[in-house]
């Protein structure tokens, strides 16, 4: 999911769905993650959460920020 959409094979709104299900999914699975990941995880929730099609606010970003926020947080997980 995160690879299709830092590669442009999906948009932010298919990526921003996808992605809020599988953390659900995995919160209440109560799954014990590195607390690295952890935060990683967190941290691109926290993006998606902040996303705007339409940014009008300094908290909003825009569909080219989100992607390269989650970019960068898969690159420093994953290399």
């Known amino acids: 999911m995160i690879d299709s959409f830092v590669n ?3 948009d932010a709104d298919v990526f921003i769905n ?3 299900i599988q953390w659900r999914i995995d919160r209440d699975n109560s799954e014990s993650y590195d607390i690295r990941f952890q935060r ?3 941290r691109i929730f ?3 959460d902040c996303y ?3 940014p009008e606010t300094t908290y909003e970003i825009s569909e080219t ?3 390269n926020e989650v970019s960068l947080l898969a690159y420093i997980w994953w290399g």
């Open 65 to 67: 920020e989100l992607r």
């Open 8 to 10: 442009n094979e999906s």
């Open 18 to 20: 996808s992605y809020f």
């Open 52 to 54: 705007s099609k339409n």
């Open 40 to 42: 990683i995880i967190g």
């Open 46 to 48: 926290t993006s998606c």
